[in-house]
């Protein structure tokens, strides 16, 4: 079984996803919203970019390369 690592709001410190192998699953959810390929996040079933991982931060993707100047979200245990 893998370790699960829990995804953090930046903002409100609250658990928002727990991560199990390349998926994030909502909090008491079963059903992957998001798949990691390294450094990327994309939501299940659909090609775009949702996040940029930098470190154990995740920056919201804007699109056009851009990015959120603040992380949404941090990589906790």
């Known amino acids: 079984m893998d370790n699960l690592r829990y995804i953090f709001d930046s903002v409100s410190e609250k658990a928002i996803f727990y991560q199990s192998g390349d998926f994030l699953f909502p909090i008491g959810g079963n059903k ?18 949702a996040f940029w991982v930098m470190g ?13 100047r603040e992380p949404v979200y941090y990589i906790g245990d």
């Open 32 to 49: 992957a919203a998001y798949w990691i390929d390294g450094e990327y996040v994309f939501p299940v079933g659909a090609p775009e970019i």
């Open 56 to 68: 154990n931060e995740l920056f919201r993707h804007l699109g056009n390369g851009e990015l959120t």
